[in-house]
């Protein structure tokens, strides 16, 4: 329980994440009918980018910073880069938003948000961040029990995260085993898995454990800013989407390029491809 996300805040994989959700949060807002977005592994939800842990490593100066300098980005960033400027209204970019605070921004007034921090420091500056806003509630407990706890939901529609430090060996299992069980309480969950890219031959057992899974449709999106042919460093991420939103697919054959292009440091590339086609 040593992983504090404020030294990441900003990456290029942050960026995959947090874009994508913003897409899936504005699908299904096209409809009226209310949804639940749950985090397993909240974080605090908001991050200081001159703060002493994210200018310690300064990753997020290879991430959002590339997107905020971007010149015109296309306009399916504009919900993502609108919930940042809200945190930055001088123009200087300092403030980056989690995915509890993305989601609080993103959202709408019969939405529902509820999030999970196991970390008790890290939850307690969660409560703090989410304070005010009565739609959000706070949970300080085993993210893996986030199913079990808190599914199904009142509303019909939920987007559930699942988005683990990864410090433990297991834990690749262990995001499919939680959404498994999301399925199995609510069929329709939007089921999102990040996962980090260092060696795709290690992931080919999760491949396999996902398109096994149950889903009745999954969709894999990918973004690599090195070749991933070097176990030792952060290649690239992925998000596994159980039942996504009609018109992801299409928004990301858009978008990845694009932000393959923005984002690479070696290398750049990219893969949207379907684990569980729909039947």
């Given at each position: 329980?040593?992983?504090?996300?404020?030294?990441?805040?900003?990456?290029?994989?942050?960026?995959?994440?947090?874009?994508?959700?913003?897409?899936?949060?504005?699908?299904?807002?096209?409809?009226?009918?209310?949804?639940?977005?749950?985090?397993?592994?909240?974080?605090?939800?908001?991050?200081?980018?001159?703060?002493?842990?994210?200018?310690?490593?300064?990753?997020?100066?290879?991430?959002?910073?590339?997107?905020?300098?971007?010149?015109?980005?296309?306009?399916?960033?504009?919900?993502?880069?609108?919930?940042?400027?809200?945190?930055?209204?001088?123009?200087?970019?300092?403030?980056?938003?989690?995915?509890?605070?993305?989601?609080?921004?993103?959202?709408?007034?019969?939405?529902?948000?509820?999030?999970?921090?196991?970390?008790?420091?890290?939850?307690?500056?969660?409560?703090?961040?989410?304070?005010?806003?009565r739609r959000v509630a706070v949970h300080l407990g085993e993210?893996?029990?986030?199913?079990?706890?808190?599914?199904?939901?009142?509303?019909?529609?939920?987007?559930?995260?699942?988005?683990?430090?990864?410090?433990?060996?297991?834990?690749?299992?262990?995001?499919?085993?939680?959404?498994?069980?999301?399925?199995?309480?609510?069929?329709?969950?939007?089921?999102?898995?990040?996962?980090?890219?260092?060696?795709?031959?290690?992931?080919?057992?999760?491949?396999?454990?996902?398109?096994?899974?149950?889903?009745?449709?999954?969709?894999?999106?990918?973004?690599?800013?090195?070749?991933?042919?070097?176990?030792?460093?952060?290649?690239?991420?992925?998000?596994?989407?159980?039942?996504?939103?009609?018109?992801?697919?299409?928004?990301?054959?858009?978008?990845?390029?694009?932000?393959?292009?923005?984002?690479?440091?070696?290398?750049?590339?990219?893969?949207?491809?379907?684990?569980?086609?729909?039947?």
């Open positions: 329980m040593n992983y504090r996300h404020a030294f990441h805040a900003g990456n290029h994989a942050d960026v995959l994440k947090h874009l994508v959700l913003s897409r899936i949060f504005a699908l299904l807002s096209r409809k009226e009918a209310p949804f639940a977005y749950l985090d397993s592994h909240a974080g605090v939800g908001l991050y200081d980018l001159a703060g002493d842990q994210a200018s310690r490593t300064g990753e997020w100066l290879q991430g959002i910073a590339r997107i905020w300098q971007a010149e015109t980005p296309p306009s399916l960033l504009d919900d993502y880069l609108g919930a940042i400027r809200a945190l930055n209204p001088d123009g200087a970019l300092r403030y980056y938003p989690g995915s509890p605070e993305l989601a609080r921004q993103l959202t709408r007034e019969q939405d529902r948000l509820q999030l999970n921090e196991k970390h008790p420091e890290d939850g307690a500056l969660l409560k703090g961040n989410m304070a005010g806003d993210g893996w029990h986030v199913p079990r706890a808190l599914m199904p939901t009142q509303e019909k529609r939920v987007v559930l995260l699942i988005d683990p430090p990864f410090e433990q060996a297991d834990e690749l299992s262990r995001c499919v085993s939680a959404l498994k069980e999301a399925l199995g309480r609510m069929r329709q969950t939007i089921g999102v898995i990040w996962y980090p890219i260092k060696d795709e031959r290690q992931l080919k057992r999760f491949y396999q454990d996902l398109a096994r899974s149950g889903a009745p449709k999954m969709l894999r999106a990918e973004l690599f800013v090195h070749p991933a042919d070097d176990a030792s460093r952060l290649s690239g991420s992925g998000l596994a989407i159980a039942n996504p939103p009609w018109g992801l697919e299409d928004e990301l054959r858009e978008l990845l390029p694009w932000l393959a292009g923005q984002l690479a440091q070696s290398q750049g590339n990219w893969r949207l491809d379907w684990l569980i086609e729909e039947a």
